[in-house]
RNA sequence: GUGGCAUUAGCUCAGGUGGUUAGAGCACCAGAUUGUGGAUCUGGGGGUCGCCGGUUCAAGUCCGGUAUGCCACCCCA
């Protein structure tokens, strides 16, 4: 590897630096506090797992597990894969605690995800979700709790009104299975009119094929079968309900027959945010209803239903990340006031201020970095000052300053925290 | 993984048909202003023109490959 290469980042990975950090702190923090409100507590699983917990969860054949997984065989052999989402995760996470004493259970969780995919905007190899999950509630006033702390977190991020809540069922296992097999066979006998990726899709997933962009392909789609017609009365009624409490909620939503999940633990709900704004990238919070994954990883047969959401995504959608906290400079003039300040700064800094303490240069040099680094106000002390043990304070915005005996300091500075 | 477009200073971008020491704005540094920042003016530092190879007397400019980004597809947060 040549010294240049080695200073890129991997292929669609970022740094993080100030500005964008705190937007990504912004988006998380907010996440954390609303749902903490409906009984949500933050928990973090391993970034890595053993791949076997992805591949049997998200299906054999589904694009994250086929194409999309960062995976490797460690030094012991075991084959480990860094998570592409959190849901396998979580439920592994609940199985091998023994969690199932305790449903129902409400996670949230934020961290980085890896997916080899090609880049594009909105879309990176690491990237950062947040999510919920409210395992072992089978009843459909759990999907709507999901789905109404998902509204509140967009909300409070300021973006709802950006998005429009996309909601389908895919029924339960039954339905699923009968629609399924009425799909292949009708879209079997229309092979030869299908796009390429949709032969593919017939034998993987052919749901997908609903979804399909083709021309050719929505023709075929027009005349397809209808999953209305083969969902049983109790994923029926289960999607009456879901949709009946988000209109009590008030929260508007438009229901999508030709929303489907790529992974195979979703069953009856499934939901996405999406928004024009983002390009291809337009969903930012996603989710559903995966009652047979706890089972079908070895546990005890229990509900579950959750969303992930981009951060990335959302940050972009917010606009511009806010401000930094703003810091007070202290700018002391002479050796003997030097050495005060750095005494100084420690005891501002215990009582609760931000500091910034410049090393070296002179009063100009310093009362430009102050300015530079947006300070709320400038602590002055020269050896006038300190002959009076006082330090003149400067506000920033308006210039107006004056002269603060030293033990008060904090006192006064108060306005500044 | 497929196709298209891009890559020149820290950032945003100029650089007809190849032709002497590659430019601008912003940012940065210094001075005007040696106890007072923001504005203005003056000056300054900073570029193996993504990388490798080819064509040519001569390549930032043309060709091939490669890396990365962006756009679309695929799929998803």
């Given amino acids: 590897m040549t010294k240049m290469a080695s200073l890129q980042p991997i292929r669609g990975t970022h740094d993080l630096l100030p500005d964008e950090m705190r937007a990504h702190r912004h988006v998380v923090g907010t996440a954390r506090r609303i749902v903490e409100l409906y009984g949500y507590e933050e928990i973090a699983t391993p970034i ?21 997984m960062y995976s490797f065989a460690d030094k ?25 004493q305790q449903v129902p259970v409400r996670f949230f969780y934020a961290g980085p995800m890896f997916r080899h995919e090609r880049p594009q905007k909105g879309r990176q190899r690491q990237f950062h979700q947040i999510g919920v999950e409210l395992i072992g509630l089978a009843q459909p006033e759990a999907d709507v709790e999901v789905i109404a702390a998902g509204v509140r977190v967009l909300d409070a991020l300021g973006v709802l009104g950006k998005t429009v809540l996309e909601i389908n069922t895919l029924g339960d296992h039954e339905s699923r299975e009968s629609y399924r097999q009425a799909l292949v066979a ?48 109790a994923s029926v009624a289960f999607f009456d309900r879901v949709t009946a409490g988000l ?44 009652d047979g994954l706890i089972k079908m990883m070895g546990g005890s047969d229990t509900p579950g239903v959750g969303w992930a959401a981009g951060v990335e995504r959302l940050a972009m959608l917010c606009g511009t990340a806010p401000a930094a906290r703003r810091p007070v400079a202290l700018v002391p003039v002479g050796a003997a006031a030097e050495a005060e300040a750095v005494k100084l700064a420690e005891r501002l800094r215990a009582s609760g201020l931000r500091v910034d303490l410049a090393y070296s240069g002179n009063l100009g040099r310093r009362m430009k970095r102050a300015n530079r680094i947006a300070a709320s106000a400038s602590i002055l002390i020269g050896d006038d000052e300190l002959s009076r043990g006082a330090a003149t304070v400067r506000n920033m915005d308006s210039g107006t300053q004056e002269e603060v005996a030293l033990p008060s300091l904090e006192e006064f500075l108060a306005q500044y925290r």
């Fill in 48 to 68: 890595f797992e053993f791949s076997q917990v992805f591949q049997r969860t998200l299906g054999e054949a589904s694009d994250i597990v086929t194409k999309e």
């Fill in 186 to 233: 009708y879209f079997g006998e229309h092979t030869a009119g299908l796009s390429e990726d949709s032969r593919t899709r017939l034998s993987r997933n052919p749901l997908r094929i609903l979804d399909s962009k083709d021309e050719g392909d929505r023709r075929i789609v027009a005349d397809a079968p209808l999953f209305a017609d083969y969902l049983n009365p």
């Fill in 76 to 100: 012991g052999g075991d084959l480990i894969t860094l998570r592409p989402e959190n849901t396998a995760g979580v439920a592994r996470c609940f199985i091998s605690e023994g969690l199932a």
């Fill in 247 to 290: 209109e009590t909620l008030g929260i508007a939503f438009a229901p999508n027959p030709r929303l489907v999940r790529g992974l195979d633990y979703y069953s009856h709900t499934a939901f996405e945010f999406t928004t024009t704004a983002l390009g291809a990238q337009g969903t930012v919070l996603a989710g559903g209803r995966y």
